[in-house]
């Protein structure tokens, strides 16, 4: 339940609203001075990054919460108005593409701010991007939600696709705006926590994207299992400064058996890879003294009612064609003992927001253009003795869908094959998935035809694959 306004706060909301009934502000202006950095009991933060998703469509249901989903119409390919709805128990949709998530189809959903091209994208007939699901299908969210913070003014910070918003979370900026495997030379959230002399450690599912940095970041990089984090911070203690990357397994695109969330993936193992952080998190000695940071790389082409702002960038990204607006809403959340309970957050932040407070928490100079990006420590309770408790949520265990193949290969099978995929996320396997051409009629449309539902879920799992492959050898390449 979202505990009610406090004088404080229902008179910053009255007078943003006098101001202008329309806009939300971005900032509780009355809200007291940030403490000393020493004196904010965090001395240990873990950032979990999973895969596009939006805020409407994950989390519009939140009490509170600026988030819209039952009610909608876009407009398809055909002309045709289509509503949202609720997708569950749906929760792979085999039978849809993958909604596009590319820099240029990003403009398209945005479409000069009227944030109405979600289905533009997409075949006619297939509205997965225009989906939702409820509390009830996310019941890590759904106790988040009851317990501890949601930020519902986040933005992830490119609108384009995961290769630069992933490099902007280590980076505060990019250095392309395709998923390319360029090795970058920008300065690192790494470098400047190694320089102040804290300690770092970087997990990843499958592929790591500190690959981009060669091996330069390799002694602090360790595989993510279910059991290996929990052994490690056990053994050694929490590092002042936790990723966990979570894109994949050895078999996500093809066969959609991963916890990242990205389709096809069942998002309630992605529910329960977060609960199981958790888990370990708060039954951890240093509990007391960790924040917890919940995000998503990018909206992955699902539909979010929130327009995103202009960002500063640098020259050397304007001269990529970066034009500065940040990437559609995404999942935030905050667990810890200086989160507030049951609250939702409103005040504007990015990736660079999660950066800046650890510079200001561990003395470093911010990363980037965007030095002036909402430190996330707004949105932290420091006027208040930090809570220690943190309870227990009902979330299944990891064992739920199937295989999800291209659906113009299986007769387009309207649900996953109920092949059993057993404890997530399973092990490295010896298998090299071929990079096949372009096979038109199937992941290239026949000229002149537009692409059915079918033919566009076949091709853009195909290229996901061969995204996530190009990095896999990348990291071979550099002994991840």
């Not at 108005?81 to 085999?94: G, I, V």
């Not at 309630?268 to 509990?287: C, D, K, M, T």
């Not at 566009?456 to 061969?466: P, V």
């Amino acid at each position: 339940m979202t505990p009610p306004l406090t004088r404080r706060e229902f008179l910053a909301a009255a007078a943003a609203t006098a101001a202008n009934p329309f806009v939300l502000s971005g900032c509780d202006s009355a809200r007291a001075p940030l403490p000393d950095p020493q004196d904010s009991e965090i001395d240990h933060v873990v950032v979990v990054m999973m895969e596009n998703r939006s805020f409407d469509h994950f989390l519009g249901w939140v009490p509170g919460a600026d988030g819209i989903q039952d009610g909608l119409t876009f407009i398809d390919r055909k002309g045709q108005a289509q509503s949202t709805r609720d997708l569950a128990p749906n929760f792979q949709s085999c039978d849809s593409a993958d909604p596009e998530h590319s820099f240029e189809a990003a403009r398209t959903h945005f479409n000069n701010g009227r944030m109405d091209g979600f289905l533009l994208t997409q075949a006619a007939g297939d509205q997965f991007p225009i989906g939702y699901y409820g509390a009830d299908s996310l019941p890590f969210y759904k106790g988040c939600a009851d317990h501890w913070t949601i930020c519902d003014r986040y933005f992830s910070g490119f609108m384009g696709p995961t290769t630069p918003n992933r490099i902007y979370m280590h980076a505060g900026q990019t250095d392309r705006i395709s998923n390319t495997v360029d090795l970058s030379t920008l300065p690192t959230v790494w470098d400047r926590m190694l320089a102040a002399g804290q300690t770092v450690a970087h997990y990843y599912t499958d592929v790591s994207y500190l690959t981009f940095w060669g091996d330069q970041y390799k002694a602090i990089s360790h595989k993510y299992t279910l059991d290996s984090f929990a052994d490690d911070i056990a053994r050694n203690g929490l590092a002042n400064l936790t990723y966990i990357d979570n894109v994949g397994n050895v078999l996500n695109a093809a066969l959609a058996l991963s916890m990242d969330d990205h389709p096809y993936a069942d998002i309630r193992n992605g529910q329960s890879f977060l609960n199981h952080i958790y888990e370990v998190l708060r039954a951890h000695p240093q509990w007391q003294r960790t924040l917890l940071i919940i995000n998503y790389d990018e909206w992955g082409g699902f539909y979010d009612h929130v327009t995103p702002p202009l960002a500063p960038i640098s020259e050397a990204e304007a001269a990529l064609g970066n034009d500065g607006r940040l990437g559609f809403r995404v999942p935030c959340v905050l667990i810890g003992p200086r989160a507030r309970r049951g609250y939702v957050e409103h005040t504007q932040f990015d990736p660079n927001s999660i950066l800046n407070f650890l510079a200001w928490r561990f003395g470093f100079e911010p990363l980037g253009a965007r030095a002036d990006s909402n430190n996330l420590a707004l949105a932290l309770d420091f006027d208040s003795p930090a809570r220690r408790d943190a309870p227990a949520f009902n979330v299944p265990d990891g064992r739920f869908g199937g295989v999800c193949l291209p659906t113009s290969l299986l007769g387009n099978s309207q649900s996953p094959l109920p092949l059993p995929i057993g404890q997530l996320p399973l092990p490295p396997l010896p298998i090299r998935l071929p990079q096949l051409p372009p096979i038109p009629g199937f992941d290239i449309p026949l000229p002149g035809l537009m692409p059915s539902a079918e033919e566009e879920a076949a091709r853009r799992q195909l290229y996901h694959d061969h995204d996530l492959n190009l990095i896999r050898a990348l990291g071979q390449r550099f002994g991840f």
